[in-house]
């Protein structure tokens, strides 16, 4: 969905922000209404770190017609130090070089524009820290 609307009203888009549950401590991301360890409903805001490691990953090597440009991609599942997991593509290295394991940085890209719209979307990426 490109409405602009829809990005602004999400701010932790933006902000990389996350929730920790304040009666159990469970760390979500995007923020929920509802624990889903405790049935809390009372959340804390934290900002994401900056830095996570590689739990799994797979390349992407026939995309999707508006993705085609990017192909051969990676797509992968991370884990931060606190213990919350986050899936985002991997950017910036040499696909077939990917391991498990591997430290990558958090960083906020485009991702597409809505073609004559001019409508631009953004997500997080991450990048392994050896480039």
Do not use: N
């Not at 809390?40 to 934290?46: A, I, L």
């Not at 490691?53 to 599942?77: E, K, L, W």
């Amino acid at each position: 969905m490109f409405p602009a609307r829809i990005w602004r009203e999400f701010p932790q888009r933006y902000r990389r922000e996350a929730a920790i549950c304040k009666k159990c401590g469970k760390r979500y991301f995007p923020p929920r209404l509802i624990c889903a360890e405790c049935g809390g409903r009372k959340f804390e805001t934290y900002v994401l770190p900056d830095e996570a490691t590689v739990v799994t990953f797979t390349v992407i090597r026939v995309a999707a017609q508006q993705y085609s440009d990017m192909a051969p991609y990676a797509i992968g599942i991370v884990k931060f130090d606190d213990g919350l997991q986050m899936m985002g593509q991997i950017v910036d290295c040499d696909v077939d070089k990917l391991k498990i394991g591997m430290k990558v940085r958090l960083e906020f890209r485009k991702v597409q524009s809505h073609d004559h719209h001019g409508v631009l979307s953004y997500a997080h990426k991450f990048v392994p820290k050896w480039y």
